[in-house]
């Protein structure tokens, strides 16, 4: 019989001073299931959950009609490029009227902040404008971040084709694991995350004359962190500038930030849209959405129709369902329906700027990218469900969760905003107007305030910023959510009780990922096992390994997804695949049978090489375990102990160690359905209709004592009887107080 308790108590440098997990916290706000729309987003969508049951009944003609359509998506290109020449088209953009006085403006001020709306040309133009001018001056870079990837990629690649040059030769892109730039590169596009990496490099960002950072108002941590340094670099160099932009008006914050810096105001040149509301909530959004979407078609005149929805998988369902709805209306080649979402291919994206065909309607049927990152021409109609996928901070849980909430009315304004850039245009707002005005935030929350902030805390850290709380953010993180993070770097042994970097703490620091990740690969050299721990750690770096088709083949994709199950779980499974691949000469035929994304697992070599590179720093030798599970699972241990959890005897499902939250194993888990997993680990927590575990194996309950002594502890037995007894329901563990933990008990 083996008991363990959570011991974790304030690490000795914060005096005391603890963040209580039990705090109202921005993340509860958003969760209130009060409101029509909360409730709404909770309940998830039908469509979703019969989607299994559904294609049971369906019509094997179909199926085909679907599954070809879904190739055809993928290698068709149904349109010509655009017949506007590159020069017009750029000459035509609002941005070019103030080109010199954006450059008047830029010369005389350190800062400027740029606001226009999405598609006057910010993004793609300025950058050039400043290269024409000559700022890159010796050989120094013009700098542009972007919050997403598919973004920086997209731009880089639209600007080298504007410029005339080979991508990645003067026009280039950084993104995490892919750096696609050479020694010429004068204009680099590159994610704020990447960027912010650099300053700690080189805090004084030496080899930029001009950084601009884009798309200011999605505020997210790395562009909000990126403020900070950058400002205290500018003001250190006289040869760097710094211009700031934003697709919103909440401009005056960004300048009176920055010194009361310039704003300029580039010219709008929108349409009308008229917005509709929902006169009941509606309870079951994709439904609705698809419902709008052909009465749409039906009802309106020609314009492409842009959908916002939150996710790869409520997208892809859409899609499938919408084109079978197409397929019995005998429509199919009326609508053209393009998704998109950033782990798309890229050149399934770039068909979406494709100019539609005559007498022919886009659908493209996006997550929030399409918000404000990129810019599709001819959109008239926008259906908005409300609602967006967020990564937040639950302190309650401890971590970072996924969740889907109701969009801000910042939000909704913008979305509604992208069927007014051709002509007048119409929202359909899946919500009331109630729901508008009562249930919604007037502002988003900014990323800062509402995820978990180790990996930020761990890179200011090995910066050597020491006074943390009086780093001058623009809106500071909550104090509890500091203190949480300070808290996890100690228990994961990166900082020291005085509250210094270990030099676990340093290493940890180099890896782009969470820290967790970096101490898990860290500490593979010890355990012996890095190479595999490699690979793991790449495969879960990289979303939808897994293809699963429609119709018939469903079943088939299934079985042979099975057999790549460990019966350890997710982790050893991913090994497996990885492994085989590889032994299976990486190739794309390969992938094809077993019903996995070639590209993916591209991608995950790529991050493989790029991670050991960052390994090799050391010197130390990598080796092998074989298929030492055991070894393997010991290793996620010290990384990963407080993504624990413990099946409860009662119910079946699970309960987290830390804080005996209800979870459950998402059923695309090879241990779904298993008996033998008492304790897991996971890696990630899905928040959407219930608390799912995401990549999840068994676990011992000894080796989190082992590998976490600051966390974990043996119990004393005798306390745990006495509690036993007295204690029907578990109370919450005090970390105030170590002897009033509550317990975990193995039958
Ligand atoms: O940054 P901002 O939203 O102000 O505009 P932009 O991204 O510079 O885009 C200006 C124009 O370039 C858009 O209206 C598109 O017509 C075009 N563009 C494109 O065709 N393909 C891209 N990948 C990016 C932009
Ligand atoms: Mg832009």
């Not at 049971?56 to 506007?84: A, F, Q």
């Not at 300025?126 to 290269?131: G, H």
């Not at 109701?406 to 992208?418: D, E, L, N, T, V």
């Not at 953010?473 to 020291?496: G, I, Q, R, V, W």
Request: one cysteine or more; charged letters at 25%; hydrophobic letters at 35%.
């Amino acid at each position: 019989e083996v008991e363990i308790v959570v011991k974790q108590k304030p690490p000795p440098f914060l005096n005391g001073k603890s963040s209580s997990l039990r705090e109202i916290s921005p993340v509860r706000v958003i969760k209130n299931p009060e409101g029509s729309l909360n409730r709404s987003a909770m309940n998830g969508s039908d469509l979703l959950k019969e989607r299994k049951e559904l294609k049971k009944g369906l019509r094997p003609e179909i199926n085909n009609k679907v599954s070809e359509w879904k190739d055809s998506i993928k290698n068709d290109s149904y349109g010509k490029p655009t017949t506007k020449n590159l020069q017009e088209q750029r000459e035509s953009l609002p941005v070019f009227s103030m080109k010199k006085m954006l450059l008047e403006t830029i010369k005389n001020n350190k800062f400027v902040v740029i606001v226009g709306e999405t598609g006057s040309g910010k993004t793609t133009q300025i950058t050039q404008y400043l290269a024409q001018e000559g700022f890159n001056k010796g050989n120094m870079i013009i700098g542009c971040t972007q919050p997403r990837r598919v973004a920086a990629v997209s731009v880089a690649k639209r600007v080298s084709e504007e410029v005339g040059c080979r991508l990645g030769q003067e026009v280039g892109y950084t993104i995490r694991f892919e750096d696609n730039t050479s020694d010429v590169t004068k204009i680099k596009y590159m994610t704020d995350g990447m960027l912010q990496r650099e300053a700690m490099m080189d805090k004084m960002l030496s080899k930029y004359s001009v950084i601009m950072l884009d798309e200011a108002h999605e505020r997210t941590i790395a562009t909000d962190v990126l403020f900070v340094l950058l400002k205290t670099a500018a003001m250190k160099r006289d040869d760097l500038k710094i211009i700031v932009t934003s697709a919103t008006l909440d401009s005056g914050k960004f300048s009176s930030y920055f010194e009361n810096c310039p704003i300029v105001q580039i010219p709008g040149r929108t349409f009308p849209v008229e917005i509709f509301y929902t006169k009941e909530p509606e309870l079951d959004y994709l439904q609705a959405t698809l419902e709008c979407v052909l009465s749409i078609h039906k009802n309106e005149s020609r314009g492409d129709i842009l959908v916002f929805l939150t996710g790869q998988e409520e997208i892809d369902t859409c899609c499938e369902v919408l084109y079978e709805k197409l397929i019995d209306l005998h429509q199919e080649n009326e609508l053209i329906i393009l998704p998109i979402y950033s782990s798309l291919p890229s050149e399934m994206q770039s068909k979406i700027f494709e100019p539609t065909p005559v007498g022919k309607r886009k659908v493209i049927i996006a997550t929030n990218i399409a918000e404000t990152s990129i810019t599709i021409d001819g959109i008239y109609y926008v259906i908005d469900p409300g609602f967006v996928k967020v990564n937040a901070y639950d302190p309650k849980l401890g971590m970072d969760s996924l969740m889907v909430t109701p969009i801000s009315q910042a939000q909704a304004k913008q979305r509604a905003g992208r069927a007014g850039r051709t002509g007048p245009g119409k929202c359909f707002r899946l919500y009331t107007e109630t729901g508008y005005n009562k249930e919604m935030l007037p502002n988003s929350i900014p990323e800062i305030q509402r995820q978990n902030l180790s990996h930020t805390i761990l890179m200011l850290k090995a910066m050597g910023i020491q006074d943390l709380i009086g780093f001058e953010f623009m809106d500071p993180p909550p104090l509890k959510t500091m203190l949480s993070a300070l808290e996890e770097l100690y228990n994961l042994e990166a900082l020291t009780e005085d509250g210094d970097l270990t030099e676990l703490g340093h290493r940890m620091a180099d890896f782009p990922m969470d820290p967790g990740l970096a101490k898990v690969l860290i500490k593979s050299i010890e355990f012996g096992c890095s190479e595999e721990m490699l690979s793991i750690v790449s495969m879960l770096s990289v979303q939808s390994i897994f293809y699963r088709p429609t119709g018939e083949l469903r079943k088939k994709a299934d079985e042979k997804r099975v057999r790549f199950n460990h019966p350890h779980g997710d982790h050893m499974t991913m090994l497996n695949v990885y492994e085989k691949w590889v032994r299976n000469g990486s190739s794309k035929e390969w992938c094809k049978d077993n019903f996995i994304h070639y590209r993916s697992l591209l991608r995950v070599r790529d991050v493989r090489i790029q991670l050991k590179k960052i390994m090799n720093k050391y010197g130390s030798e990598m080796r092998s375990c074989g298929q030492n599970s055991n070894l393997i699972r010991i290793n996620l241990c010290c990384g990963f102990f407080k993504n624990t959890a413990k099946k409860d005897s009662e119910t079946s499902c699970y309960k987290t160690l830390l804080e005996n939250t209800t979870v459950y194993l998402h059923p695309s888990s090879s241990l779904f359905g298993k008996s033998s997993s008492e304790y897991v680990i996971y890696h990630t927590l899905l928040l959407t209709t219930k608390e799912y575990m995401h990549c999840v194996s068994v676990i011992e309950p000894t080796w989190l004592v082992e590998q976490a002594p600051r966390f974990f502890a043996k119990a004393d037995t005798e306390q745990v009887n006495k509690r036993k007894r007295t204690v029907k329901i578990q109370p919450l563990y005090n970390r105030f107080d170590q002897q009033q933990s509550w317990r975990l008990s193995k039958r």
